[in-house]
């Protein structure tokens, strides 16, 4: 029923929990996960915007900043690709820069084979008082695909 899954994570506790439940869906016939990861434009902005090296131009530190989150973001991204993988399923991973619900929607839109996208429900924000964080809420209420949504 879902072959295809699209697993957006920000690495929170949230999405580690998500991931559990995207391994389980094998189990109902998943054969392939895409794991995708934005880097939020607006956090480069605002490290960028705080911090400027002298001699350098803003564009040219946001640049810096972007290429040390993607460095990151990979090594997580290859972790969680590894381990689902090991787990029996054929995984691709994406990086993105842009705004994490608008990148995630596009992907939607865009990519056909999708058949269920598993969000955890709070990011990296945990604002607890929240039902539901904001990515989740968006991507809940513009998808096309069925959403299931993972509590913390």
Avoid at 31 to 56: K, P
Avoid at 85 to 112: C, N, Y
Avoid at 122 to 148: F, T, Y
Wanted: some cysteine.
């Amino acid at each position: 029923m879902f072959t295809r899954i699209l697993y957006p994570t920000d690495f929170s506790d949230c999405s580690e929990k998500a991931l559990e439940y995207v391994k389980k869906l094998k189990e109902a016939g998943t054969s392939e996960v895409i794991v995708f990861h934005v880097i939020d434009e607006r956090d480069i902005r605002t490290v960028s915007g705080s911090i400027v090296w002298l001699g350098e131009t803003a564009e040219e530190y946001e640049e810096q900043v972007f290429s040390e989150m993607a460095t990151s973001a990979g090594e997580q991204l290859s972790a969680i690709k590894e381990e689902l993988v090991d787990a029996g399923m054929k995984t691709s991973v994406r990086l993105v820069r842009g705004i994490p619900f608008k990148e995630i929607l596009r992907i939607d839109e865009t990519d056909e084979d999708i058949s269920l996208i598993v969000i955890g429900s709070h990011g990296k924000s945990n604002v607890k008082e929240m039902l539901l964080g904001s990515v989740s809420e968006k991507v809940i209420r513009k998808s096309k695909r069925p959403v299931l949504v993972v509590k913390r």
